[in-house]
Nanobody, 115 residues
Framework: VQLQASGGGLVQPGGSLRLSCVVP????????MAWYRQAPGKQRELVAS???????DYADSVKGRFTISGDNAKNTVYLQMNSLKPEDTAVYYC??????????WGQGTLVTVSS
């Protein structure tokens, strides 16, 4: 299964970006969907997750700044990122999983926060 992530780019500190990930319609509503990121020289970390359409969880470092959401009509999961900081610079990956059944990853989209 190929997940298509998009929306990364270069943004100044304090700016905003919205990442998108198109998920196969057949698994959209039954999966846990998440965004991870990996900064240079660091391990991949969970940024945010959403399940059952409304149950969300965030890394402490992004709480209050990032919002994960899903659009059933477009079978797309979003990550709205506001008040971006240089330390948010990373490759962001979309992940869709259903434990014991599947665990799919997107190709990654680069977010660079720099002045």
């Amino acid at each position: 299964v190929q997940l298509q992530a998009s929306g990364g780019g270069l943004v100044q500190p304090g700016g905003s970006l919205r990442l998108s990930c198109v998920v196969p319609r057949s698994i959209f509503s039954i999966s846990v969907m998440a965004w991870y990121r990996q900064a240079p020289g660091k391990q991949r970390e969970l940024v945010a997750s959403i399940m059952s359409g409304s149950i969300t969880d965030y890394a402490d470092s992004v709480k209050g700044r990032f919002t994960i959401s899903g659009d059933n009509a477009k079978n797309t999961v979003y990550l709205q990122m506001n008040s971006l900081k240089p330390e948010d610079t990373a490759v962001y990956y979309c992940n869709v999983k259903r434990p014991r059944y599947y665990d799919y990853w997107g190709q990654g989209t680069l977010v660079t926060v720099s002045s």
